[in-house]
T-cell receptor, first 112, second 112 residues
C-alpha cells in the first residue's frame, strides 16, 4: 500500500538556523498539507498546497515558513530562522480530491 | 468549521465494543463528520467519514443522529492496538485547502 514518507525522522538544529523538512507524498495525490504538533498539544494546520501554490495558510505560517514542490515528487517545508518555539513534530499529508488525508510519520524538530 | 466536543478520555475492555461520542451541534448541511486517530506520536490516521447516513468500513462504524448534531464512532471489537487519541472533525469536503482542524480528541485506553 502506498504511503507518505518524511525525512529526516529527527532534526536537531541551533536557534536561528534554517531547516528543510522533506516529504514524499503518495504519487497520485494533488493536495498537500503541513501540520505541526507541539509536545502534549493538539495537531495544528500550517498550510495547504495545490497546483503549485499555497491554497490556505494559518496564522502560524508566517514569513519564516515556506513550502515548495520542486520536482513533482518532493514536498518541502522550510523554516528560515528557527526559534525555540518551532520545536514540534511536523506532519506532511496529502489527498486526491479533498477527501481523506494520508499523513506521514512526522519529523521531530528540536531547536536548541 | 463547526466545533466538536468529545470526552477527554475513555476506557474499554479488550474485545468489547468501544463507543466514542462526539457532539457537533453547529454542523451545517454541507459539512461532513470525519474521524481520525493518532497512536502515540505517529501521524494521524483516517478512520471513517459520513454526511448523514450511517457508515461502516473494515475499521469502524459511524452512527450519525438524524438531526446530525452528534455522532458515535464504534470500534466493534477493540484491541490493545486501538489505544490512541481519537479525533472527531467536522469539515467541508472538497473545500478550498481541505484543512483539518483538530481538537483535543478522546484518549481511548483499551485494557486487557
Amino acid at each position: 500500500e502506498p504511503e507518505v514518507t518524511q525525512t529526516p525522522s529527527h532534526q536537531v538544529t541551533q536557534m536561528g538556523q534554517e531547516v528543510i523538512l522533506r516529504c514524499v507524498p503518495i504519487s497520485n495525490h494533488l493536495y498537500f498539507y503541513w501540520y505541526r504538533q507541539i509536545l502534549g498539544q493538539k495537531v495544528e494546520f500550517l498550510v495547504s498546497f495545490y497546483n503549485n501554490e499555497i491554497s490556505e495558510k494559518s496564522e502560524i505560517f508566517d514569513d519564516q515558513f515556506s513550502v515548495e514542490r520542486p520536482d513533482g515528487s518532493n514536498f518541502t517545508l522550510k523554516i528560515r530562522s528557527t526559534k525555540l518555539e518551532d520545536s514540534a513534530m511536523y506532519f506532511c499529508a496529502g489527498n486526491l480530491k479533498g477527501d481523506e488525508q494520508f499523513f506521514g510519520p512526522g519529523t521531530r524538530l528540536t531547536v536548541l | 468549521d463547526a466545533k466538536t466536543t468529545q470526552p477527554t478520555s475513555m476506557d474499554c475492555a479488550e474485545g468489547r465494543a468501544a463507543n466514542l461520542p462526539c457532539n457537533h451541534s453547529t454542523i451545517s448541511g454541507n459539512e461532513y463528520v470525519y474521524w481520525y486517530r493518532q497512536i502515540h506520536s505517529q501521524g494521524p490516521q483516517y478512520i471513517i467519514h459520513g454526511l448523514k447516513n450511517n457508515e461502516t468500513n473494515e475499521m469502524a462504524s459511524l452512527i450519525i443522529t438524524e438531526d446530525r448534531k452528534s455522532s458515535t464512532l464504534i470500534l466493534p471489537h477493540a484491541t490493545l492496538r486501538d489505544t490512541a487519541v481519537y479525533y472527531c472533525i467536522v469539515s467541508l469536503i472538497y473545500n478550498q485547502g481541505g484543512k483539518l482542524i483538530f481538537g483535543q480528541g478522546t484518549e481511548l485506553s483499551v485494557k486487557p
